[in-house]
Every structure is written in C-alpha cells, then in structure tokens.
C-alpha cells in the first residue's frame, strides 16, 4: 500500500518536471490584513530535492518489506515513514519558511518517533530521547528566527528576502536558522544525537538520517546562501562544517558499531557540503548532496543487509564472512568505493568538487582548509575500506567454535532495491549532468581540473592501501582491535556526550534549585495564612468567659473612644 | 372602593402587636403550645401583611406622640415580623415550654415593635429594655446550664442601657423634648462637648447591642450558651434591632454630627471586622463560629452606616435583611443538629452524607455570608463596599472590608469541607419546622440574591425617608 | 437581539438541577444532551456567522436594575472562541472524563453549572456580570475538587478557595473602583472603555494593580501560582479537565479585558509580560522536577498560559488573536492530556513517572494520544498549538522585539521534558507495568473528540480566524 502511494508520488514528482519553474501560493490564514500564505515552489532546486526523496522512497519501502516481517509493528512503521516521506516531499517544494516549518517540524518529529521505533529496546529511546531534544532546539530556533523575519519584512518567502534592507534583525535571524540548520543536519556541537539514532531500523537510517531528512538543514542553507553571501556570514559554515567534518571522519574511523561508522561518515558529508556553501560554491554542494543520497542509501542498506544476515549482529568486528551473499557483497564495494571518492564512481565527483572549490590558495586560510580536506579525504577511504574489510574476515579465522554464525540468506526485497541504488551510484554523475543545467544557483559552477583528480586519487589508494594493511594484512592488530589506541585517539564521542551531560546536569541544577525556591515561597505563603490563624488563638484568649473582663472592655473601649475624641 | 383612613393600618399594626401579649396570658394554664405557636405566627403574619401594604401605600402618620410609622418602620416592622414569625416556629420544635417562652418572646417581640416604630429617644431606649430582658428571661428558663449566659447577657446589657440613659440625661439639658425629629434642629449642640460625650456613650452602647469590638467579649459565651432558637434570635433579630435604633438616633437625632460619629464607626467597624473574622478562624464550636461571623456580618453592617449616606444606609439596611435570612437558616440547622448532640466541627464532619439538605443549605448560606455570588450575601456586601468606594474618601474601608471578606473564606470553605468529607454515618432527619425555616432562608437568600431589585428599592424607600425626616 | 446566549445558559443550569433532582442512572444522559446541545448551538453559531463574516450577537435580561445592571450579554469573535473552547472541553469531560464512574451525578450538576458560569462569562458584557459568573465558576469548582478526586484532595479545595476568594475579592473592588471613578457609572464594558480615560492615572494604576493581581492568580501566573499544582494533582479527571482547560481562561479573558478597558495598562504592559515570561521560564524549570505526570500537565498550565499574557501585554493584532487562540488550543489540549493522564491513572493505578512504564504496550491509544496531546502543548504545526505560538509571538516580538521571543524558551524546556516523559513512560515497552483497569470506548472517543478539535482548527485556522468581530 505504502509502496504503491509512493510509487504514484514519485510519477507525480516526474511529471512536475515537465512543469516551468512555478510558485503555488495560497494564505493559509489571516489576521487583520495580514495573511499567512503556504506557498511551494517546484524550482530546480526544490525538484531535485523532490526527486531524490520520491525516488528513494519506493526503494526504502521494497527494502522494509523484507526487512520488517512482524505484522504488528507494520502499521506504525508505515505510518510513520509515509508521514515523513509527505513532509519531507513538503520540505522540498516550500518555498516560503512557515511551509518550510511544517515540514521541518514533521521531519523532526517522525524521526524522532522511527529512531525509537524499537519500543523494546532502551537504547533506543534514549537516542530518540536525544535527537528530539537536539530538534527542539533547532525547531526553537528555526522558530524565532521566522517569526523575527516576519515582524520586521512582514513576508515568509524566501525569494522576496533577497531584496530586503539588512537589518540587525536579519543576522540574528539567519544565526539562528544556522543553528537549526546545524541541529537538523547533525553539526558541530549537535553532532551525536545522529550516531545515537543509528538505534532505529536500518532502512530509516538509510533513508532519514543519511539521504534526506539530515539533509533538510543543508538544502535550506542552500535556498537561503545568497542571504548569507550578502550579510557575509559564509565562514561560519567553514568553521563549523572543518570542526564537524573532522569529528565525522575520526569517530568513523575509530567506531565498531557497523551503522555507526556510516552515521559519522554522513555527518562528515554534510560538513562537506557546509564547507562547499561556506565558499559559495552551491554547484559543488548540489553535487556532492545529490550523490550522497545515493551511496549513503545503498551503505545503509547493505549495512542492514549485512546485520540482517549476521542474526542482527551490529559490531564490525564480530561480523563475517560478507563475501559470501555475492549481491550483497557488490552493493557494499560499490558503496565503499564511491564514497571513498574512487574514479569514476559519483562520490569521486562530489568529494573533488568540494576539495576545488577550496583549491584557489588565496589565503592561509583556504590552504589549510585544502589540506584539512585532504586529511579527511584520507581518512575517510581509510575508514570505510575498513569497514568493507573487517567484515570480509572468515569466521572460522576468529572465534569460529564460539560463535553461531547462522548466516541467513537475504529476501530479495532486501537486495533488489540495494541494486537499483548502486546502478545509481554509478551512473550518478552522468544523471547530475541535466540536472545541472536546470539549476540556477550562486558561484562557480563546477569544474574539475585535473590535479584533483589525481591528487584524490592518490589519497583514496593510500588510503586503501592502509586500510588492507591494517584489516586485511593485520599489521598492528593491538592498535586497530576494537577498544584499542585507535580508538582511544580519535574517538571524540564520549567527550562530546559528556559535555551535554554538564549541560543537562546544569539544566537540572537551575531546575532543582528554582524548585526548592518554589517550595520556599510556597511555605511563606502557607505560615502568613498560619500567623493569622495565630493571632486569632491570641485573640481569642481575651474570651475567657469572665464578665468582669467584658465589663473592663466595654469600658475601656468608652474610654479610647472619649479619648480618641478628645484628641 | 371607598378610601379607608390609612391611619387606621397603623392604629392596626400597633394593635396586632399589643395583641401578641394575649396569645400566651391564654394559652399558658393550659399549655396549650400548638395554639400559642399558631396564634402568635398569624398575629405575626397580618402585621407582616399590613406593615407591607402601610409601606406600598407610603403611610407616614404618628400615633399617640410615640409612634411613628413611614416606610422606615414599616419595612423593618415587617422584615421582624417575618423573621420573628421563623423563629417563632423553629422554638416551637426546640423550647421545653413553649408558652412560657411565649410569653417572654411576645414581650421582646413587642420591645422590637416599639424600637422601630419609636419617635422619641426615651421610646427607643424603653423598646431595647423591652427587647433585651426578656431575652435575657428566655436564656434562664430555658434550663439550668443556660443561667450563665442570662447572667451575662443581663449584667452587660444593663450597663449598656446604662451608658444610653446617660447619655439621654447629656441631651435632656439641652433639649428637654426627646422626640427624635424635636432634638435634631436644635443649635445649642454645636460645639457642645456633653453633647459629644453623648454621642459616644450612644456609640458605646449601640457598640454593644449591634456587637461592635470592644463591646462584643459578650456575645460569643452568650450565643454558646443560649438555647439554639434564642441565639438566632439574638443574632438574627435582636441585633438588627439595635441596628435600627442605632440608625434612628444617629442620623435623625445627630445628623448634623456626621462628622464626629462617622470615624467612631468607622473605627468600630474595622474593629469589629477584623476581630470577628481572625478568631472565627480559630474556632471548633461551630455555634461560636457563627457567633464571630455574625460579629464580622455586623462589621460590613457598621462599613454602611459609617459612611453615612442615603447610599450607604440602602446598603446596611440590604445587608441587614441579608444577615438576617442568613443566620436565621443558619442557625435553625445548627439547632438541630445541637439537639442531636453535634455541636463542634468534628461532628459536623461527613453531614452531607446523613443529611445532604442540611449540608447543601448551609454550605450555600455560607457562601453567601462569604459573600458569594449570586446570593444575598453578596449584594449586600456589594453595596456596603460600594458605598465606601463611592465616597472615594473611604475607599481604604471598603479595601478593609474586602481583606476581611477574604479572610472569612477560610473558616467557611473549613465548615464546607469538613461537611462534605469523611465517613458515611448513619442518617439524621430534620423535624418539619425546622425544615422549613430553613427553607425559607435559603429561597429567601438565592431568591433576592439573583433578583434582588425588590429588596433594594424597598431599602431604597425606607433610607430616604429616614433621611428625610 | 439573539436568545442563543440566553437558551445555552438556561440549558445548562436546567441541566444542572435536573441531574442533581433526577436519578442517577439519568445523570450522564441528561448531561450529555445539554452539553451536547449547547455545542451544537456553538457550532451552528461558528457556521452561520463563518458565512457572515464575523459574529456578533447581544442579549439583554433584566438584573439589578437600580444599579444599570441588568444581564448584558454578548458574543463578538472574542466571546465566541472562548464559548465554543467551554463547550468542546465540557461535552468532552462529561462524555470521557470519568472512566470510574463515580460520583457521577455530582460531577455531572458540578460539571454543567461551571458551564453555565463560564459561557456566562465568557459572553458577558458588563463587568459586575463577569464577577458573578467568576465566583459561581470557582465555587463550582471548589465542590467539584472538594468532594471527588484524591485522599489530599481537601487540602487542595481549600488552597483553591482561598486563593481564588483572594482574587475575586480583589477583582471585586477593582470592578467597584471603576465603576465608582468612571464619570458615567456604568458596568458596561463598552461604555467603560469609552469613558476610562476620565480615570485618574493614579486611581486607574491602582485598579490596574487590583485587577492584575485578581486575574493572576486566576491565570495562574508566579508568584501566585501555588493553588494550582496541588489542585489539578488532587482533583479528579474532571476537575482538573475544567481546571486548567476553562478556568485559568477566566483570567486570562479578564487581562484581555483589562488591557482594553484602562488606558494605563499600556504602560504597564511591558513588566506584565516580563513577569510572564519569567513566569513561563520558571515554571519550566519547575516542571522538570516533577515526578507526578499530573502534575507535569498542570505546570505546563503556567507554561501556557504564561506565554498568553505575554501575547496579551504586547496588544496588538497579532497578539490578540494570538492570546484567543492559544486560550482555544491550549483549553482543548490540556483537557485531552488530563483526560489521559486520568486514564493512565484509571489504567494503571498510579502516575508516578517513575513506576509507569510501557503505557504503549497495554494502551495504545492512551499513549498516542499523551504524544498528540505533546505536539499541541509543545505548538507542532498542524496543531492548534502552532497557530497560537505563531500569532503570539508575532504579536510579541512586534511589541517588546528579540527579547518577546524568550519565553518560546519555556516551551522548548518543556518540550524536552514531554519528551522525556513519552519516552521513559508511554512508548519503551520494556518491563511495563501491569494494568490492573480497562478504559471504556467512551475515553477513547473522548481522545478522538478532543485530537479532532485540536488538529482541525490547527489545520483550518481560518476557521477560527475568519470571525473578525474583535469588539469587547
């Protein structure tokens, strides 16, 4: 049923490119003379956007259906992921913030509710925990930062933000839709609740936290780079994107937990496409965008393949013996070799396109910039021929006695969407090429010289190259085993979960110490009641049921009364 | 129709009145309580009816030199004659001997008559003699644990009367005739500081009668120990009395010292308040209770007269008549449960679930008294702090009175509680009378509180033409 | 001149002494009809004046005339959301509020005359009616806290009698004082409107004073907000249901008022909505330390209402509207988030967070519906709860700038902690706790009813909106 619907989503979104560039507006609601519009675009932009997630759609639902098999926990997985797919689908054709909202608040929340799908599983909910609690933040944010649009341009829409005058409104404005963005597509400092949501089934890690939903926070940087290009606030996407990408790319290396290693690795993509919009390059961050949603889907699916294979084993190193579903194993290949950025495949291009636009050496800083890039380019070929590698071991080498490897074989609805995808991913920059032409976006456009693209690879086969040393030929094993020095230096996880423990803990300190304040103020109020009962008991003492005290006080009362006239 | 002499209704009033004396000199040797209680409740109710009709058709006439009867009097000789016709009924239920209590209740009933219909001071202080030491006989005879209280109330009230006759023979000097209007246009008073002195023992012992701090220590040890029928009485009926007699003299006889008595009332009325409301607070005997809630009651009454316009007098004579029905309901329902042996808040606790009436009515005349829309309680209250703000010198009075007014929630919503919670008990039944007495005061209080127009207007009317004379 | 107002009013206080005289076994019935007629005649009123345009009705009844009082009743836009909000959380409450089945012919008159009191408020068009329509509410209320609910619930009735008297006796000579210093003497809000700015400016802050300290109690805003956790905690279900969900509105209606009536307010109207949005913070902060999902609910009550202040004090269009619609969407939400922590009560037999665990595996909908209920309080688009916080804070960043954008911070706490509670309580199935009770097919319809309301005018907002009769 799902699968059918999103089937006919996707001719839709085909037959939408037929379409001329058109914005759809209606006012949602008014006040006073103020109406608030829902408005879609179907620009180049947003179809690509549209068509990626309508195209990745059928193939996640093929997947599901051999991955998901207890009918009872079909009806909430379908629900949810149909919801997500229609915001994510509203996400794409918005085109002005308050449309754009619904769809990121959806987005938010659908994902929150897939990673903590496994209702079983407490860590799980922990993650879906986290993530919801980093969304809100950018939701806030994101919240703000429109409303702040609206009180002082009175419009929604992107477009028309492009001719306003440049207030201070705006920068704090567009700081904030920064942080949103950050928060949504897994930045520094927002970084871990991504790996974390590695929790939630494979096929919603293929498809929300690595081909769309992550990348709504990058997509709407992208609408809105001009504005940021115009209020030069470009760098900062530089220096978050080279601090996240560096994290990204050293927790991948030192991870074992098999989605984990992906889920670092997409957060160090994203970083990439920052650093690529941080130069104003949209073109090469379009590329690399596009091409990603591709061979991070197929990773992921072959990473739920090989977990679903190995009795949902999820340790890279308690896995094995990958070679032996030959389908599956071509999957991963071609996945490991377009995401380390091997010619021809479509990761090579978008990883060079965003390596040139740093390429310029103008200043110190775009230098280093270049070769953070390089190092990262490095790593990751490292890392993710590890990941292709570890795997590949034969059981029997290890603890093959111990061990019950029931290796059982994939349902084709697993394999056969993986297969679509990677024909994708090979042929992915050759589908870009049109594409690209529709497109009409700030900066150069892109173009690879030649020097990249031996520069990369070179890179991409040392890095093979270290990689075979290490997992296949297993030099230095004591540094590479799971727990071992590797892991102890590049691993930035636990540094970064500790310090949103401070946070909350110091939440929660203001919290407790508000609460006792509360408390406080609520005795005070409770004993000021209490010391009026008091002075009635006092009070009450001059009834003492002698008349000749009554006598007295009804004399001395004439007599302040006399008194009281006299004076 | 040939028009009647309408004199002649008052001539009748006044009669009906003297009447009442008949009732119980006839039924006593034979005891023969039912015909007493009818009797006296039908002499009652035709001056109810005539004193109405003399009001409707606005009859201002005096008679014999010591009567007068205009709207003024009329409305509280029927407002009485009505109130005194409930009481009347729920002693019948109570008193060991009816047609004793006859006898001492149709002479206080006829001391009321003459305090609101009186025309001289030397009237008004013979009514409040006759009102008080009858009452005072109805406490001691109506059992041996009762004579404290009579004791108390006679001593007290003796004094009282004391201070008023003294301050009587202040005046005498100056104006040797005490008819109320005969007094009030004559100038040697100004600046005459016996005058003033007057004024003050006529506050003094008004302060007592109405049971204003400090002249009140006597009124809660006195409605404890009275019997429960004679306490409603003395709250319900004997205090309103002093209320009229306290409007009579002060803003007939020394209007034109408005200026000198307004802040002794005010200061009474804070007083009053306040000490009624905070050691209600404190109280576990529920008749106490009530006891300083009719201090407080009177307090807001004060709040009116203090400010002493035609405003504020409307509002006092509206919160008079909302007291009135009040406390009467109030206390007809704590007489009979003292007769079932249930007297402190504990044994309230759970009332609801042996008689839900009983609970609902005193919860809603509680509410009321805690000035609760939209009952009477409210209205009155409303106009009395209404009158203060209107004169905008007197706002803080009114702030005062609503301070005390939230202070008073407590110990109601305490009692309403207690009522409505606890353990089922077995179920208790309420004698007819009391039954509907109680239901009288209860329509009387949500009736005129949701359509309080009537009440108003005829305030409206008796205010002016006390003012006027 | 209408009677619609009127013939609701008589519906529901018939009904009321109609369940209290009748049998028991009638009780439910006789309260559902009325509820359910009055709602329908707000619906039919939203339809007919939807295709006008606006909405403005006025009925006049005779009361204290020697005062100018008499029963002025009217219903502009304003009076309209808050009735149709009234009707929608009563007819709810009374079909689903009570899965034990106790008590319920006094719950039901309970329930029926705080409807009567508060449509009556709501439509009222003279302050002196306003205050009575107050005090009726809050006693209905104090008995309905009093005698149902749980083992501390007395403590609690006299917290919240003694709070309210506070601020109904303040409201009360706030009400006296403008009618006494307004040249005219009049309790009518339209003429007091026209004729406050005669007020002195220091008499008119000293009514202001007066009258901001009644409706914050009410609302409930810090520092006056103690009566209001320990009532909705000890409350039964459908006590708190009209609590939070129609009560605090008397207050907030009351500043709506307020704000319009004095012409001082504007200068005030800025530490007024600072207060709130400290108030919003702090209460944010409060909740995080609760461990009783009741009571979590009830300070998201001072979250919400606090933020309605602020769009209150930024008077403005936006904020208006915005305070209106939050008064709509958090009254319809709130009530569905009792209702069901009233069935996880009912279900499981307590609502200690802690110890509740796993609400999803043994009641599914309870816990789906305990997330929708989140969206809206937390203002996820397509919730009522979203329009709201968009109007308002429009309103309030056009009137006090970035800074009126803070108290959005209050609900992003808040957010955090809901769904923290959904996660720890409602969905991880592991371990749960076991049932030891069954909902009826009545709560359930009762969460439909309720999510409806909520997801239907939070995605037709227009609907609400359309009425542009924003006359007082």
Redesign the interface.
Known sequence: MSLVASIISLLIAVSLLWNTQSVQSFVWFSVGNFGIPISTTTGALNMTLLLIVAGITPLIFTYSIGYLKAPSEQGRYYFEMCIFAAAMMLFAISANFITLFIAWEMLGLTSYLLIGFWQHKPKAQVAARKAITTIIIGDTAMLIAILLIWVTYQTFEFTSLLYVAITPQLYVAMLLIAVAAFTKSAQFPFTEWLADAMEGPTPVSAFLHSSTMVKAGVFLILVLAPIYAELNLLYIFIIFGVVSALIGATNALSEHHIKRILAYSTMEDLALMFIAIGFNALYAAMLLFVVQAFYKALLFMSAGSIMHAGDDEEDLFESFNSTKSKGLFFTMLIGTLSLAGVFPFSGFFGKVAVDSVAANFSSIQTIAVYIILSIIDLISSIYIFRWLFVPMRKASLDKAFTLNVNYRTLPKSMLIPAIILAVFVVLGAIIYVPLTSLLVLSGPPVSISLFDTILETVIVLAGIGVAYVLYVQRKLDGFTEKHGLLHGIFSSENSINSFYLYFVSFVDLVAKGIWQFDHYIDQILYYS?KG??E???A??K??N?Q?N???A??M???L???I??AM | MATIDVTYIAYAIIAATMALIIVPLATIPRKLSFVAMVASTVLLAIILILAAYAMISGIDVTVLGIFHLYPFSEFFIGLFAFALALVNMLSYEYYPNFTRFELFFSFAIIGMFVVAMANSLLTILLGLELMTLPTAFMIMTSGRHHIEAA??LF??SA??IG?LSFALALIFPYSPELGLTQIAPNTTFTGNYLI??AI??V??AM??EVAA???N??V??VYQGAPGNVTALLAGINKKVAFVALMEIFFVVFLQFQP?FS??LV?LSIATMF?GN??????TNVKRLFAYSSISQAGYILIGLAVATQFGIEASIVQIVAHLFMIIGAFAIVLWLESKNLRTLDDYTGL?SRNKFAAFALAILM?SM?G???LLG??GK?LV??SA??T?SL?YL??FG??N???S??YY??L??RM??GQKKELLFMGNYTYAVVIVALAATILLGI???LL??AA?LASKTLLAL | MSILIGLMLLITVVASFLVLGLDRDYSKRIALFASGVVLAITILILITSLAQGSVSLSEQY?????FGISLQLQMSAINFILVLMTTIVAFGTVLAGNPEHEHEKVANTLILLFEFAAIGLFTSANLFVF??FW??GV?AL??MI??LGSPNR?YA??KF??YE??AS??L??GI??I???TPVHSFNIQTIISSAASIPEATQAMIFFFLFVAFMVNMPMFPLHFWLPDAHTEASTQGSMLLSGVLTKFGAFGMLLLFSILPISREFAAPAAALAGFSTLYAAFVTMRQKDIKRVIAYTTIIDMGIILVAIASMNEFGTYGALFGMFAHGVTIALMFLVVGCVHHIFGTRDMRSVKGVVNQATSTAYSFLAGTFGITGVPLTTGFVADVLIFIGSIQAFGIIGALPLLGLLIIGAFLYFVINKSFLMTKDPLQRVDYIGVEQKIGYAFFMFFMFLFGVFPFLLLGLTNLQL
């Open positions: 009641g009026l009962v002075i009635g008991n009070a009450r001059l009834q049921g008349v005290l009554y006598v006080a009804f001395l009362g004439l302040a009364l006399v009281l006239y | 004791v108390k001593i007290l004094i009282a201070a003033s002195l003050i023992l506050g003094a302060g007592f701090f400090p002249f220590l006597w809660p040890d000198i802040p002794v200061l000490y905070v050691v209600a607070l404190v109280q609801s509410l805690a609760v829309p939209p409210f209205i409303f702090f209404s703000i209107d905008q706002l009114a702030v609503i301070v007014s939230f202070i929630i407590y919503a305490r309403i509680d409505y919670g359509y309080p127009n108003i207007s409206s | 005779n009361y204290v005339s020697a205050f009575i005090d009726v006693v104090f008995f009093n005698s007395r009735s006299m009698i003694i008297i506070f006796s303040l009360l000579l006296m004082m009618y006494f210093y």
